[in-house]
Structures are given as C-alpha cells and as structure tokens.
Nanobody
Framework: VQLQASGGGSVQPGDSLKLSCTAS????????MGWFRQAPGKEREFVAAISWSGRITEFADSVKGRFTISRGNAKNTVYLQMNALKPEDTAIYYCALDPVIVVSRSEKDYDYWGQGTLVTVSS
C-alpha cells in the first residue's frame, strides 16, 4: 500500500490550506484514514481521522472547529481542510491508513504511512 500526500506549503496566520492523500496498491475493502503531524523538536501527534463511510470523524482538540476531514467518492482519497491556520500548526503532516473499521487516534494502529508534506504558518 502506498500513500501519496500533497498540498503543503507556506501560508500566513489565518490562511487556509487543503491537504490531499491518495492510497493505492493492495488496499483492503474497508479502512480508516487519518492525519498526524510532527512539529520541529516534538513527537508526532494525532490530528484527525475518518471512517470508511465518512460518517465518523475524530479531531484533536487543538484543531477542532478549524480543520475538517473528508473522503473522496472513490474512498481512497482523504482531504484535510485547514482553516484559520496558526503558527503552532507548523509541522510535517503525514497521512496514514488503518485497515480496520474502527477510527483510532493512536499512530500505533496505523499500518501504512505517506511521506509527509510540510506546512509552514508564519507571518
């Protein structure tokens, strides 16, 4: 399974950015997809996750109300819409895939990872 993330960039505080991640190759029939991030000098942390159906979503408290997560019609693509970005959102964002139906916040449950895309929020 390969995950390809894109959409990162440099923006100013208050701006928006949309990340995309497409999964391919050997996919199971049902899987959860999620986003994690790692800021400089910090451990990787959970950001958001979405169930196969798209009806169940989870968000970290730090992004709740500003970020939304969605899946494309083909299910193998996940999007992270980031609004009202803050400098503390600066990080490398990773998409991940968990080949089960239960939505998890723990990176230990995700078997496949993308290469990461850098988001920099600075004035």
């Amino acid at each position: 399974v390969q995950l390809q993330a894109s959409g990162g960039g440099s923006v100013q505080p208050g701006d928006s950015l949309k990340l995309s991640c497409t999964a391919s190759g050997g996919l199971s029939s049902i899987y959860t997809m999620g986003w994690f991030r790692q800021a400089p000098g910090k451990e990787r942390e959970f950001v958001a996750a979405i169930s196969w159906s798209g009806r169940i979503t989870e968000f970290a408290d730090s992004v709740k109300g500003r970020f939304t997560i969605s899946r494309g019609n083909a299910k193998n693509t996940v999007y992270l819409q980031m609004n009202a970005l803050k400098p503390e959102d600066t990080a490398i964002y990773y998409c991940a895939l968990d080949p089960v139906i239960v939505v998890s916040r723990s990176e230990k449950d995700y078997d496949y990872w993308g290469q990461g895309t850098l988001v920099t929020v600075s004035s």
